[in-house]
């Protein structure tokens, strides 16, 4: 290490004045000093102080700046001298290096600024504001010949890549076409996995997807498809899975996606069908999400189930009823939930034996599947026969009170309350009501009038008043325990309750003078003074009910 000693020693006194030969010298004692034993070298050169003279070593005409810079990508492995690095003004030089001729330089300087912003987005962002991505796409345009100066790019853009502020960059060079470009040209596994990691998280943005899907990107995926479905190498099921999940990705974005269907006689939306009933999970997987993407505007919902796909999505389900595969099943019911959402499937869907289909996963233990189970559900119901038909299933009443208390999981519960109410509202019948009453459902309609949303309590407060409506005898007893006539009490008193609430807990205060019982327990909390208040409420239709229900009230005590 004597050598490293002299060296350093040298660079010090007479870095500036310091001959060509003398200063090469120099830098490859200390990149061998570095090769040998880098953490210990990187000390003494962080206490020699010679950190801060790189920088003006960092020229484009010097030939030994390649050097300078594989010095300094060098130390900068090591976390502790990454601040130090920074400190001694090196970022900026080596930015403006970036627009240099010189291969090395260019790969050297590219390894530098990589290391020393490793793993901190405050250094990656200024290097974004810095203008380096530009430069990166500009040059791996240029050098695509260069596979060391290509990785270098890659590395580059999948460390950028993670910032939100980046993609917005990205979105104005032509990244998608030199990726595309780079990737068409790939043969070995790694390349292509490299320029994937890449090609992720740029696929967020909704601009590059269309950039993507533009640069004939979909058309590459459909291609590894089809080379690697049957294959049973590792790689080659690594490289399905990336390019399949990459292609329902970019059909997250409402423009890629609308250009890919093209009516529904697209090419690739025909090729990402034929996916469906494969017998590779992941491409069944794939497919159904694609479907479900697909299915984000009437038009296409419309046309998908004229067109036989919910057939499709149901056999793909039968096959994953026993011992299924939960991310498959999800997929297929979050499809086909999507597609019921214009009124004129839903009709049809339910002919086609949707809601059987739907039905034979009550038994899943799975919340993501149950969640989409019950939107499915929800969704289809509109009509009152069908939602008579579901309501006195008993089986699915009993599911549903046992998931209304599912506190680990929200989104079931709120699901499970949502289709109780709408069981009742949609098919307005005394069986139903009584199906839900002897099954205990009462109770969790009462808490869902008390939930944070409206539209939840809404829907809570109008089932309940259809109950009392038809079936009051019946549910008395629930309604008494429930506490209901504190909650009414409650919501009408309170400020902040949204208009529509207060006149649909005035109506179902009305349903419920019907009943002696919980008519006294309004008599003992003075619901007339809460209700007076009401009649100079600034919603007209508040109001207007507010007088009603005093006289109803009053008429009744």
Not at 79 to 95: K, Q
Request: aromatic share 4%.
């Amino acid at each position: 290490m004597d050598n490293l000693s002299d060296a350093l020693k040298k660079l010090k006194i007479t870095a500036i004045d310091i001959s060509e030969d003398s200063l090469e010298g120099c830098l490859d004692c200390l990149l061998q000093a570095l090769a040998q034993n880098n953490m210990e070298t990187s000390e003494k050169l962080q206490g020699s102080g010679i950190l801060q003279l790189f920088a003006s070593l960092l020229t484009p005409h010097s030939p030994c700046t390649a050097k300078v810079a594989n010095i300094i990508a060098e130390v900068a492995k090591n976390e502790f001298m990454r601040l130090p690095c920074v400190e001694a003004g090196l970022i900026p030089p080596l930015v403006q290096l970036l627009n240099c001729k010189d291969q090395e330089v260019l790969l050297q300087t590219g390894r530098a600024l990589g290391n020393i912003c490793y793993d901190s987005h405050s250094l990656q962002a200024q290097l974004i504001n810095m203008g380096v991505i530009p430069t990166l796409v500009k040059l791996l345009g240029i050098h695509c010949q260069n596979s060391a100066l290509t990785e270098m790019c890659l590395v580059a853009f999948g460390n950028l890549a993670e910032l939100e502020s980046s993609k917005e960059q990205f979105a104005y060079t032509n990244v998608a076409e030199e990726l595309v470009k780079l990737f068409k040209k790939q043969i070995e596994h790694d390349k292509k996995e490299m320029i994937f990691e890449v090609l992720a998280p740029l696929a967020e943005n909704d601009a590059i997807k269309l950039q993507l899907v533009d640069a004939g990107l979909v058309e590459c995926l459909l291609e590894i498809v089809q080379q690697t479905v049957d294959s049973e190498r590792e790689e080659d099921i690594a490289e399905l899975k990336t390019a399949s999940d990459l292609m329902v990705l970019l059909l997250l974005g409402d423009e890629s996606m609308q250009k890919l269907f093209e009516g529904g006689k697209g090419n690739v939306f025909q090729r990402v069908l034929s996916w469906v009933p494969s017998n590779n999970h992941q491409l069944q997987l794939a497919g159904a999400l694609a479907i479900a993407n697909f299915a984000r505007n009437d038009g296409n919902c419309i046309h998908m189930v004229d067109n036989g796909i919910v057939q499709k999505l149901m056999d793909l389900l039968d096959r994953h009823v026993e011992d299924g595969n939960v991310t498959v099943q999800h997929a297929a019911l979050s499809a086909l939930r999507n597609l019921a959402i214009p009124v004129v499937n839903k009709d049809k869907m339910l002919s086609a034996g949707v809601a059987e289909a739907v039905l034979k996963f009550l038994k899943s233990e799975m919340p993501p599947v149950q969640f989409k189970l019950l939107g499915t559900l929800r969704m289809l119901i509109d009509a009152q026969e069908a939602a008579e038909q579901l309501g006195k299933n008993v089986k699915l009443v009993q599911r549903l009170v046992e998931w209304c208390e599912a506190k680990d999981h929200a989104g079931v519960m709120g699901e499970s309350n949502r289709l109780l109410s709408a069981l009742i509202r949609h098919s307005k019948s005394k069986d139903v009501i009584k199906t839900i009453v002897q099954n205990g459902g009462v109770k969790h309609l009462v808490t869902m009038a008390t939930s944070e949303h409206v539209i939840m309590q809404n829907e809570a407060l109008v089932a309940l008043a259809l109950i009392a409506a038809l079936e009051l005898v019946t549910a008395e007893k629930d309604l008494e325990n429930a506490k209901l006539v504190q909650i009414l009490h409650r919501l009408l008193a309170d400020e902040r309750s949204a208009p529509e609430i207060k006149y649909n807990s005035m109506v179902l205060i009305c349903a419920l003078l019907g009943s002696e019982t919980l008519h006294k327990e309004m008599q003992s909390l003075a619901f007339l003074e809460v209700v007076s208040k009401l009649r100079s409420h600034e919603n007209k239709t508040v109001a207007q009910q507010a007088s009603l229900t005093e006289q109803r009230l009053a008429v009744d005590s």
